[in-house]
């Protein structure tokens, strides 16, 4: 089946529209959607924001929380299952926090998803398009972050940007 990747920068609307999108999937299926966090909460405002989530999400949806196991919790999900997983830059961050192999981590990212005959929309946040930061730590984050969208977007079966709420379809070149 595949997975759509969905890009977009901060507040752009990409979590709503993944959210819209297997919803539909899921009331034509009889699915109950499924949201995988990678969401790990340090702080307050990080608290608000996930349970500003959970909050739009509503009763309707399962919650699978993955910040460290995000492939394992790819493989387990079921072959009629639709999930969206939100979002891939927190997880690179709580990779890179864990000083775990970004490489390797994000080959077995890619094998579970490709692997998987779930329907699934993948979240994450286009970060290359502002400054470049001044300290070597963003700056990684950065280039890791644009390494990791490259890698699911080749392997996507469709890759949709998000801005302003409004849905772009990207094609490779």
Known sequence: MGYTLVLGGARSGKSRYAQRAAEAAAASSGAKPIAVVTAQIYDDEMAERVTNHREERGDVWDTIEAPLILP???AALKDDDVAVIDCMTLWLTNMMMADKDIGQQ???LLTA???TQAEIWV????VGWGIVPDNALARRFRDEAGRLNQALAESAAHTVLI???MKVD???P
């Open 106 to 108: 994000t080959r077995e």
């Open 123 to 126: 979240v994450s946040n286009e």
């Open 170 to 172: 990207l094609t490779r």
């Open 113 to 115: 998803l490709t692997s």
């Open 163 to 165: 801005v302003a709420g």
């Open 72 to 74: 394992q919790a790819i």
